[in-house]
């Protein structure tokens, strides 16, 4: 059983240099930064949407952003979508479970505001509708996935494609870029005196 236990944490690590060798990949998450920085700069929001784990890891970075992530500072508007479940229960039963995330966008985006999707496979048909409306309003697409990029590889402005196809570690490379995400537009926001 320790061999099994050492084997997915080098799974881990390997996929994790990969990603530090990737330095088209790393420019991309950068370039994420500086447009959610200029988002807040201007007043605007950050959205995040997924399913299952990646609904949990939304709902985690946006805690990250609109709480604190390493030192007090103010709160940032940041929310996951799906964490109304009144809303989520009634948005699927009375329409479709694939427009939940979309009419919130619709209801809540504005230009310049960005959203965040995650989805291993790319093809999740509710955070695809969601950045299909957010395009058509202005607002910034960030793809998580993995390595295909899926569906959203062609309708997101960024794309942050983990280079795997194994959904647990394509999950832990997310929270790992989220996380840095965060801590990144925490620095610029609010620099330490």
């Known amino acids: 059983m320790i061999d099994f236990i ?3 944490v080098k799974n881990s690590i390997d996929l994790k240099t990969e990603l530090l060798n990737n330095t088209a990949l790393l420019s991309t998450v950068d370039t994420v930064v500086n447009d959610i920085v200029h988002c807040y700069k201007n007043g605007g929001k950050v959205l995040w949407c997924g399913n299952g784990g990646s609904a949990a890891d939304s709902q985690h970075l946006a805690a990250e952003l ?5 030192y007090d500072r103010a709160p940032l508007f940041s929310e996951a979508l799906h964490v109304n479940t009144s809303y989520t229960t009634a948005g699927a039963n009375d329409y479709s479970y694939d427009v939940i995330y979309s009419r919130l966008v619709e209801a809540m985006c504005k230009k310049g505001d960005v959203l ?3 989805s291993t496979s790319g093809n999740s048909a509710n ?3 969601a950045f299909e409306k957010a395009n058509s309003m202005g607002v910034i697409t960030v793809g998580f996935t993995g ?3 899926g569906k959203m590889k062609d309708i997101s402005k960024y794309l942050v494609n983990i280079p795997s196809t194994d959904t647990p570690r394509i999950q832990e490379c997310h929270m790992l870029l989220g996380h840095t ?3 990144m537009v925490e620095i610029a926001l609010f620099p330490k005196k």
């Open 6 to 8: 050492k084997s997915r």
């Open 66 to 70: 609109s709480g604190r992530f390493y």
């Open 116 to 118: 965040i999707g995650l």
């Open 127 to 129: 955070v695809l509708k």
């Open 147 to 149: 390595q295909t990029g």
């Open 181 to 183: 995400i965060c801590e």
